[in-house]
């Protein structure tokens, strides 16, 4: 494809269930990001992967959150017994290699947790 | 830790004024800097990048951005602003050999005929 994409666009859920999100990187992409942006703020960082493992996963809040990557492309975002507080927009990037090369961000995800 | 400060929550600006939003940078060694802007419902787009080099940067959809290691400084400009530019404009850092970009809270500019 052209860009990111991330599905879902938006999911509504209620406290205490189980979501996934999906995001699809540009293809030939090695690095891929997540970033939470709650109301008001900027994009604050989650996790990275370069390839198929987790290179830096110290944005993660809690032990509910994780993501996989496992061929090295596709990524999903997992967040277990959803808090209210988890709701967000959830970022998906990526770029050609990391360190400085420009990330290309999708449209994001949109998590309410009722 | 890298930090990114945007001081102004909210400008407005009139139609084909231009426009100056201020970003301000902490980090200890060479920064990468960007300029993002997100419209909404879309996702984040690179507005340009300061890597090294000029410290003048040139961009997409007329905008520019000025490196001053000396204050810290990596201000966004455009000459004159279109209906088009009301958006969330977002600062952000990363750094040589690092991955993960620092962003700052943004800057909504809203555009007035």
């Known amino acids: 494809g052209a860009g990111v994409s991330q599905t879902p666009s938006n999911k509504v859920t209620e406290k205490g269930k189980y979501v996934e999100l999906r995001c699809d990187p540009i293809?030939?992409?090695?690095?891929l990001y997540w970033y939470r942006q709650s109301l008001g703020q900027g994009p604050e960082f989650l996790i990275y992967?370069?390839?198929?493992?987790?290179?830096?996963d110290s944005g993660l809040p809690n032990d509910r959150f994780f993501a996989v990557r496992p061929e090295g492309s596709v990524s999903t975002l997992k967040i277990q017994r959803t808090e209210r507080g988890d709701s967000a927009v959830y970022l998906c990037?990526?770029?050609?290699?990391?360190?400085?090369?420009?990330?290309?961000f999708g449209p994001g995800t949109r998590l309410t947790v009722l | 830790a890298q930090s990114v400060t945007q001081p102004d929550i909210h400008i407005t600006v009139s139609e084909g004024a231009s426009l100056e939003l201020r970003c301000n940078y902490s980090?200890?060694?060479?920064?990468?800097l960007f300029w993002y802007v997100q419209s909404p419902g879309q996702g984040l787009q690179l507005l340009l990048k300061y890597f090294s080099g000029d410290t003048l940067v040139q961009g997409i959809k007329g905008f520019e951005a000025e490196f001053k290691r000396s204050q810290s400084s990596f201000n966004l400009r455009k000459p004159s602003v279109h209906w088009s530019d009301a958006a969330e404009y977002f600062c952000?850092?990363?750094?040589?050999?690092?991955?993960?970009?620092?962003f700052g809270a943004g800057t909504t500019v809203t555009v007035r005929a």
């Open positions: 990037a990526s770029s050609l290699r990391a360190g400085g090369d420009e990330q290309f």
């Open positions: 293809s030939g992409h090695t690095a």
């Open positions: 992967f370069q390839g198929t493992g987790a290179a830096d």
């Open positions: 952000a850092v990363g750094a040589v050999g690092d991955y993960k970009l620092s």
């Open positions: 980090y200890g060694a060479t920064p990468y």
